[in-house]
């Protein structure tokens, strides 16, 4: 999950979004950065992230341990 966090702020706006609304955010940007429909050079390695921060932000232990982060962060 290397650098999930940067596209976590984008699936999860508030602090205590639901998982379902987690999974609808992702459902959209899956839709607009898959690289099938994404031409871009670096659409895989963007997709990855963004799949990578909703594993993050689903499992309670990784989604904890990030917000504690958040918290402190500059």
Do not use: W
């Not at 976590?8 to 999974?23: D, P, W």
């Not at 899956?30 to 895989?44: F, G, V, W, Y």
């Amino acid at each position: 999950m290397v650098h999930a966090g940067a596209h976590a702020g984008s699936l999860c706006k508030e602090r205590a979004a639901r998982s379902t609304s987690i999974v609808q955010a992702y459902r959209k940007l899956s839709l607009k950065l898959h690289p099938d429909r994404n031409s871009a050079a670096d659409a895989t390695a963007v997709f990855q992230r963004v799949t990578d921060a909703r594993a993050l932000l689903l499992d309670p232990q990784a989604r904890a341990a990030y917000e504690n982060v958040q918290r402190y962060a500059p």
